[in-house]
């Protein structure tokens, strides 16, 4: 089992810059695939980023393409999202993920979640 735990949300103005952090428990974070998702209130879970053990991304949704990458440093056993270029509509609670599997875009593949730390873009 592991337990995620993000940190680095906050406030912050449109085209601005932040920095998401996922710290995993436990000495297997390397065999987990990682994902970022984000949910708006009224909204689904989206898909934000993924990232394989070995550092392979998934592609990016369009409404984050170009802005956000993902990465991961398995000595660390930590998980990042850079976000870029923010926009209001980033505004969501960010949440990490671990997959036992190869990884998907579909919340539902994934096995553990974390608590989540809320974004909020003003414009």
Not at 57 to 81: C, E, H, M, Q
């Amino acid at each position: 089992q592991v337990q995620l735990v993000e940190s680095g949300g906050g406030l912050v103005q449109a085209g601005g810059s932040l920095r998401l952090s996922c710290a995993a428990s436990g000495r297997t974070f390397g065999s987990y695939f990682m994902g970022w998702f984000r949910q708006a209130p009224g909204k689904e879970r989206e898909f934000v980023a993924g990232i394989s053990r070995s550092g392979i991304t998934l592609n990016y949704p369009d409404s984050v393409k170009g802005r956000f990458t993902i990465s991961r440093d398995n000595a660390k056993n930590t998980v990042y999202l850079q976000m870029n270029g923010l926009k209001p509509e980033d505004t969501a609670v960010y949440y990490c993920a671990a997959d036992l599997g190869s990884g998907s875009t579909w919340p539902r593949h994934y096995d553990y979640w974390g608590q989540g730390t809320q974004v909020t873009v003003s414009s």
